[in-house]
């Protein structure tokens, strides 16, 4: 193994350290956002009991302890609940918007890999084809094989090497995105069922304007 790297040359070096840093991306990714996305029902259901028992602190404190984006909404809405409906609507809205970033942070650089990576094994490609013209060049009229089997290792080394790491990391990418869209559509329900809850339940005509 160590010597095909060696023999893929300085553009395999840098192959293999971008599939390693998309794969830590990965890796971190998806456990974020396995932490993130949570049973929605089962949350709702102990925040709309403490609420209905005037809880409101233990609500607040369950959605301390709960992770993940929809809590967060959820907390928000609580501590404007007292506000006008327009306010609450607007904290909301807001506090959403600075999710979304946190669960889509580093996705742009494992999707830049993705697309670097086979064009640095294209890149090896060409330069081995150049070693083995230079080889042709230096040896002719008469070329020993040995002399051209170095450019043509390097050639499709770095190939190869650009296609298994460039093609998991598309695939990660798209599969994180998959994962960041249903988180979202959590947050999107979430959010309109607290909202609903706050404003018509016994104690949500307090927002109303």
Request: net charge negative.
């Amino acid at each position: 193994m160590l010597h095909w790297i060696h023999s893929g040359g300085a553009i395999m070096w840098l192959i293999l350290a971008g599939g390693l840093i998309a794969l830590i991306i990965f890796l971190e990714r998806l456990f974020h956002l396995h932490r993130a996305q949570i049973k929605t029902d089962d949350f709702l259901n102990g925040i709309s009991t403490n609420l209905t028992r005037g809880n409101d602190l233990e609500a607040i404190s369950i959605c301390d302890k709960t992770p993940g984006p929809a809590a967060h909404l959820v907390r928000t809405a609580l501590l404007h609940s007292n506000d006008p409906k327009d306010d609450l609507l607007k904290a909301i809205r807001q506090a959403g918007i600075r999710e979304i970033p946190r669960l889509e942070r580093h996705t742009n650089l494992l999707i830049t890999l993705a697309q670097i990576l086979p064009l640095l094994g294209l890149l090896g490609t060409v330069l081995g084809l150049l070693q083995m013209l230079v080889a042709l060049q230096a040896g002719s009229p008469l070329v020993e094989i040995g002399a051209l089997a170095g450019g043509l290792w390097s050639a499709l080394l770095t190939t190869a090497a650009g296609l298994i790491t460039g093609i998991p990391a598309y695939a990660g990418y798209h599969f994180l995105i998959s994962r960041i869209e249903s988180i979202a559509l959590d947050m999107e329900q979430t959010a309109e069922t607290i909202i609903h809850f706050l404003t018509h339940s016994a104690g949500g005509t307090r927002n109303e304007p």
